[in-house]
C-alpha cells in the first residue's frame, strides 16, 4: 500500500470531511460514554419534541 506523501495529519479537516455526528453533536472521539449518552438522549428528546409540534401543525 502506497503511503500519501500529500497528506498532513496536523491540517484541519475541512467541513465535508468531519463526521456529521460531530458536526450535529459535538460529540468527539475519546469522550466518556456517560457524556455521548447524555448527548444522545438530548438530541432524541430535541427530535421528538419537534416531530410532535410539526405532526400536529400539519394536521
Excluded: D, F, I
Excluded at 13 to 27: D, S
Excluded at 32 to 51: A, D, H, I, P, T
Amino acid at each position: 500500500m502506497k503511503e500519501n506523501k500529500n497528506a498532513n495529519p496536523m491540517v484541519a479537516k475541512t467541513p465535508e470531511h468531519v463526521p456529521q455526528l460531530h458536526v450535529r453533536t459535538n460529540v468527539r472521539g475519546g469522550e466518556s460514554v456517560e457524556s455521548c449518552m447524555q448527548n444522545l438522549s438530548y438530541w432524541q428528546n430535541e427530535y421528538y419534541k419537534w416531530y410532535e409540534q410539526a405532526k400536529y401543525k400539519s394536521v
